[in-house]
């Protein structure tokens, strides 16, 4: 594995951990949704941002799952099972 390779696999660890950590805080939000709504924090249109947020950071976790499974493919490293972010 050359080092650009190395790099770029490291960022990617560290951006798929940062999304990671963002799709459990929006589930703890949603979560909790019933409990935001009696404090007046949560409403309908604030719960579909949420939602479309978790979506969206669900689909970045996807997208570098796929990007490290390549970069690890193309230096002859076998794919992990469970590769996917949804997994």
Same mark, same amino acid.
């Given at each position: 594995?050359?080092?650009? /390779?190395? &790099? =770029?696999?490291?960022?990617? =660890? &560290?951006?798929?951990?940062?999304? @990671? #950590?963002?799709? %459990? %805080?929006? @589930? +703890?939000?949603?979560?909790?949704?019933?409990? !935001?709504?009696? !404090?007046?924090?949560?409403?309908?249109?604030? =719960?579909?941002?949420?939602?479309? +947020?978790? &979506? /969206?950071?669900?689909?970045?976790? +996807?997208? $570098? @799952? #796929?990007? %490290?499974? @390549?970069?690890?493919? =193309?230096?002859? $490293?076998?794919?992990?099972?469970?590769?996917?972010?949804?997994?």
């Amino acid at each position: 594995m050359t080092p650009d /390779q190395k &790099r =770029e696999l490291r960022e990617l =660890e &560290r951006r798929s951990r940062i999304y @990671a #950590e963002r799709v %459990q %805080q929006i @589930a +703890d939000v949603l979560a909790n949704v019933d409990f !935001l709504r009696a !404090l007046e924090v949560a409403s309908p249109r604030n =719960e579909t941002a949420w939602m479309e +947020d978790y &979506r /969206q950071t669900l689909g970045k976790l +996807d997208e $570098i @799952a #796929e990007r %490290q499974e @390549a970069l690890l493919s =193309e230096v002859g $490293i076998p794919k992990k099972p469970g590769g996917s972010a949804r997994s």
